[in-house]
């Protein structure tokens, strides 16, 4: 691609980036990783909020990608120099794709300062990447040998029919497909299970003093509608208040018939409580006041939850007119409902980055694909990383996107969602779901469902992206 191509993507990056709804981070914990919202960085350590608690760990021990997606969670997009040193981090550690898009997004805010330098960066591609560490790190091998796992580290593999060692404290019974029990490692539990519901005397007290806290606190005249599915508060309106109530019932309708999920199957604790909000300005009120988590004003909105106790956050666009403003939220709505559904359909397990955001955006786009900038963007992502023969492996692929300007990493989990869609059929992508749900590994449920080995389904993958690229991936 040439400096101007990317220099005009850049240019429509910054839109969907200030539009986009940003996402918690993902982090690399060995076998295991650790899902949640990065609060504060510095030169020694990432402080992340996981189930509500803050933890700190080590910038030393991260692995540039991580640090990557820590960093540009944080990152203002209206800031070119912050901007062009992560790019150049990026570089530096041999994130070619995340330094180039984020050095051509720091050329376009000021072009003035950065051009010629993101030019000259741009320009030297025999660069030799650092090893693998975060910055201040502990020296680490440019190419560490995969060690082979202990004895006693391999009699701890989760059983398809026990799940492991029914005496040990570190595993938890979960329930898969048709009432199985299954055993999985404690670690692998998204947060803890045990929030309960709320009981209707609590639920009314809740819903009043909700109510009277975004009125006093966040401004503007809210209204609170009980659906099928969710409370449903919003401040706009009447006729976008009413359109935006039953678009929520729409989207869960929509979801529950892809993910084959049924009335009475485990997901979030009650009705789910559903913010809309006018303003932006609104929308940092309520992350700052309500949820105490002033960062997630980064985010075009999210959802958050404990257990399953949960709750999806969604602001209009003031600045963007109304027509794009109702679009973007809509989509937004489809968007961060996924999130929520499929986290806690089923049991609450840890899912990977590629399998939620791909799916976030397969519903997001299945719901909108006339036309519509996401998607666009995704489909002129694949296409020119099919030109080029650049195509992200799954396994490259499992962490990514990791944050919300990760286009590519948005763009392959999308595409690799919508294959396991039409491939062979429409219900191998729930059953595989539930698999991975019952504690399975990406592989394991892939393997059982689709009935072959996982690189020849990987196979089958690439020649349906590079035949359905040209075709806009158009649907048959």
Known sequence: MSQIRYLVASLFLLLLAHVQAAEPVTISMGSSSMRGEVVRMTKTEVVLRVNGKEQSIPAGVLTPKDYYACAKSLLDPKDPKATF?????????????????????????DKGTYGAKVEALLGATNAKPEPAKGPDAIKVADNPKKEEPKKEDSEKKVDSEDGGSEGSKEWIEVTGPGGKKFKIPKQFMADDENVPARKPD????????????LKSKVGGEWRMEET????????????????????????YNQIA?????????????NKCPFYMMQSRA??????????QSPSAFNSGGYFMHKGRECHIVI?????????????????????????AFLQLTGNNVTIHSWLHEGMAQFIEFFKDDKNNPGRNDRVYLLQDAVRRGDILSWEEGRNRPMGGMDRSGYAFAWSRVEFLYQYPDKS????????????KSDEEAMAEVFKMKVEDLETAYQRWLKERAPKNFKRD
């Not at 018939?257 to 604790?269: R, S, V």
Request: charged share 30%.
């Open 315 to 339: 602001p209009m666009y003031d600045s963007m007119g109304e027509k794009n403003a109702i679009r973007e939220a809509t989509n937004t709505l489809y968007h961060e409902g996924t999130h």
């Open 85 to 109: 040193e992560l790019g150049e981090y990026c570089l530096k550690k041999g994130l070619k794709d995340e330094g180039k898009d984020l050095l051509t997004m720091a050329a376009a805010i």
């Open 282 to 291: 609104q929308f940092a009120k309520f992350t700052s006041v309500i949820d």
């Open 228 to 251: 099928k599915h969710f409370y449903f508060f919003s401040n706009l309106k009447p006729e976008l208040h009413a359109n935006f109530k039953q678009e929520a019932e729409i989207f």
């Open 257 to 269: 018939m892809i993910l084959q999920h049924k009335e009475g199957d485990p997901l979030w604790n």
């Open 202 to 213: 609590e639920m009314k007290k809740f819903l009043d003093e909700r109510l009277a806290d």
């Open 428 to 439: 191998a992508l729930p059953r595989m779901i539930k698999g991975i749900k019952a504690g």
